[in-house]
Structures are given as C-alpha cells and as structure tokens.
C-alpha cells in the first residue's frame, strides 16, 4: 500500500469488477474506493460494493482474498463488512503494532 494512486486503486476495482461481475454472471460494482490512515498508524482501503453476497465469498473465498491482495501488495488483512447477507464493503487494513484487526463482529477475515 506503499505507493499506491488513485488511478490504480480504480484501474484495480474496475478489474475486480469484471472479474466478480464474469464469475458469478450477474453485475458486482465497486462505486467507491476509499482510503484511510488513523493517527496510530493502521492504514488501509475500503472498497464499497454491490451484487455481491456472504454465499459468493464463500464459493470465490481464495480467489476474491487473492484479487484484494493485487490491491494492498499481499501485506493487509482482508476483511469484510456485511448487512445480513449482502456484503457491503471489502476492507484491506494494514494494522499499526498497537492494534490488532478490530474485534467487530460484522467483520469477517477472508484468509
């Protein structure tokens, strides 16, 4: 996550997009990527997504956890957020040493 641009990060959700969208033969869209830093030092990227349910990640599990890692240089914990069975977002955390990935449990690890 070192030198990553915008450009990339979009470049990068589009082919995720497609992918997930080719794989599973219905529309995934990833309207939003964000990326954050906390003042302790924990850093990472949030992609929002749409189409895309609990049931997909566990038949793509590998294959999505790979795709993210593109993303975050294979370094970040990937994580998701859900809302029942839909997932709403894929978030790639880079954890400072004072914390560990949060204990919340809408979170799951995809690796």
């Not at 030092?41 to 795709?67: F, N, P, Q």
């Not at 957020?81 to 790639?92: A, D, F, N, Q, T």
Request: hydrophobic share 40%; charged share 30%.
């Amino acid at each position: 996550m070192d030198e990553v641009s915008v450009v990339n990060l979009r470049e990068e959700a589009r082919k995720l997009e497609e992918e997930l969208s080719g794989l599973l033969g219905r529309p995934v869209q990833v309207p939003v990527v964000e990326v954050f830093v906390r003042r302790c030092g924990c850093r990472g990227i949030v992609l929002y997504v749409k189409g895309l349910t609990l049931d997909d990640v566990e038949v793509l599990g590998e294959l999505l956890s790979d795709a993210l890692s593109r993303l975050g240089d294979g370094r970040p914990v990937a994580e998701l957020r859900r809302i029942g069975p839909e997932v709403r977002s894929l978030m790639l955390l880079e954890a400072c040493d004072e914390h560990p990935p949060d204990e919340d449990p809408s979170l799951f690890p995809l690796r």
